[in-house]
């Protein structure tokens, strides 16, 4: 069964550096999404995105986001100046919607952590 | 906005018996589509079942099943012969329907229900 693949599974990161989360959407998916997930609290909606744009974000997905996908397979999510507060569990997720038939399939998710 | 509440933090049940996990929600909406996500240790995401408002008759996926009482704004998932597998955080989802524009597809979660299912 195909699968989103999220790399990579742990990010351990300092405060203030650059990170890029890496996911390989379902090959004929058109609608990417990211979700994070603060150890113990719901998940939450960062950024939905298709045809090469973003078509929503969240409060939470700032400046200091972006999203990308670079070429036909990858789908990146770019935190620039990372902060305490953004280590969470983040989700790809993609779907293909036809006729109505809307069902996200999330990847196993990359722990990030920020010292 | 659409709010998304599961009232029961915690649940435990006895292997092979039936459990049910409450959820309710609240949307202005009348076209849309509820989820339950199971979570296990791994944290991976994995759909358990999917409902659209629009049919009355509740899904059914193998043990798992829902009570979607629309005029209620509830949506309980019912899980019968309990596996020890099934031990995982339940989250319930709300997605708006087509008429959302660009929040189609998009997720609201609920706080989650940690499932305990004892041997």
């Known amino acids: 069964e195909p699968e989103v693949t999220q790399t990579p599974s742990h990010q351990v990161t300092q405060m203030g550096q650059e990170v890029i989360l890496r996911c390989v959407p379902i090959s004929n998916h058109l609608y990417f999404y990211w979700y994070r997930q603060i150890l113990g609290q719901k998940v939450e909606f960062l950024v939905s995105f298709y045809n090469n744009e973003i078509s929503e974000k969240s409060e939470i997905f700032d400046d200091q986001f972006s999203v990308e996908r670079p070429d036909g397979s990858n789908f990146t999510l770019k935190i620039r100046s990372t902060k305490l507060e953004d280590s969470a569990m983040y989700f790809c997720?993609?779907?293909?919607?036809?006729?109505?038939?809307?069902?996200?399939?999330f990847g196993s998710g990359t722990q990030l952590s920020v010292l | 906005a659409q709010t998304v509440t599961q009232s029961q933090p915690e649940m435990s049940v006895q292997e092979a018996e039936t459990v049910t996990l409450s959820c309710t929600y609240d949307t202005s909406e009348s076209n849309y589509y509820l989820f339950w996500y199971k979570q296990p240790p791994s944290r991976q995401m994995i759909l358990v079942i999917r409902?659209?408002?629009?049919?009355?008759q509740n899904a059914t996926e193998n043990r798992f099943s829902v009570n979607f009482q629309k005029a209620a704004k509830s949506f309980s998932l019912k899980i019968s012969d309990s596996q020890l597998g099934d031990t995982a955080m339940y989250f319930c989802?709300?997605?708006?329907?087509?008429?959302?524009?660009?929040?189609?597809?998009?997720?609201?979660f609920g706080q989650g229900t940690i499932l305990t299912v004892h041997p």
């Open positions: 997720a993609s779907s293909h919607r036809t006729g109505g038939n809307e069902k996200l399939f």
């Open positions: 409902q659209e408002a629009y049919k009355q």
């Open positions: 989802a709300f997605m708006i329907g087509p008429a959302g524009g660009t929040s189609y597809g998009k997720l609201t």
